[in-house]
């Protein structure tokens, strides 16, 4: 089955500067990638996704980027705000298969 | 909508004890999907049904994990009996179809505490 890495799993960056995650897939098929943000005692929320025919993606200080070649994908967060910390999820999926995640980010935003 | 809904938010019990979660989808999604939260093993996925009928259950870590969804608005998590090493958090998840790039939307999950 697909298998999904997630780096780094934790992230400390002073507000103002970027924040990169970066996730990898096993699985050649998959086409559907989203990723999540949990803040603490919520369930995950998408933030953006990107789909297999897009090489990049942006909304306002987020943006995602695939590789298909090599497999793998990263979120970038510009201009980091304390609210932006949280537990990121990269996700993965193919077809009718339902989401596996990787194992999380935890991002600090230091004011 | 409210989102998908989730009791109870926290429940602690004792060893052997059966627990039950329960989950309210979204209206008018087609697939529900159960995952547990460990520090570990980060978000698992246990088992998903579509269109009310178990797809793959693959992911229930043992015989003492049941899940049913009777009708498109209800769905339940069952642990019997219940052990420490169940401590988690699980969240329920809808979303309009299965996979298929399809937005799941979470649940803000129950917190399980075995003790």
């Known amino acids: 089955g697909e298998n999904v890495e997630q780096h780094p799993s934790t992230l400390s960056v002073q507000e103002g500067d970027s924040a990169v995650i970066k996730c990898t897939y096993s699985d050649s098929a998959s086409n559907y990638f989203p990723w999540y943000k949990q803040e603490l005692g919520k369930g995950p929320q998408l933030i953006i996704d990107i789909r297999s025919n897009v090489g990049e993606k942006k909304d306002q200080r987020i943006a995602v980027t695939l590789n298909k070649t090599a497999k793998h994908f990263s979120l970038h967060i510009t201009e980091t705000q304390p609210e932006d910390s949280a537990v990121y999820f990269c996700a993965v999926n193919s077809g009718n298969t339902p989401l596996v995640f990787g194992k999380g980010t935890r991002l600090s935003v230091i004011a | 909508d409210a989102g998908v809904i989730q009791s109870p938010r926290h429940e602690v019990t004792e060893m052997g004890q059966e627990v039950t979660l329960r989950c309210k989808p979204i209206s008018g999604h087609n697939s529900l999907f159960w995952y547990r939260q460990t520090m570990m093993r980060g978000l698992e996925l246990l088992i998903y049904f579509n269109n009310n009928v178990p797809i793959d259950d693959s992911g229930m870590p043992e015989d003492r994990f049941s899940a049913k969804m009777p009708n498109a608005s209800f769905s339940t998590l069952k642990i019997q009996p219940s052990e420490p090493r169940d401590s988690a958090v699980y969240f329920c998840?809808?979303?309009?179809?299965?996979?298929?790039?399809?937005?799941?939307?979470f649940g803000q999950g129950t917190r399980l505490t075995v003790v």
């Open positions: 998840a809808s979303s309009q179809e299965q996979g298929a790039q399809s937005e799941a939307f």
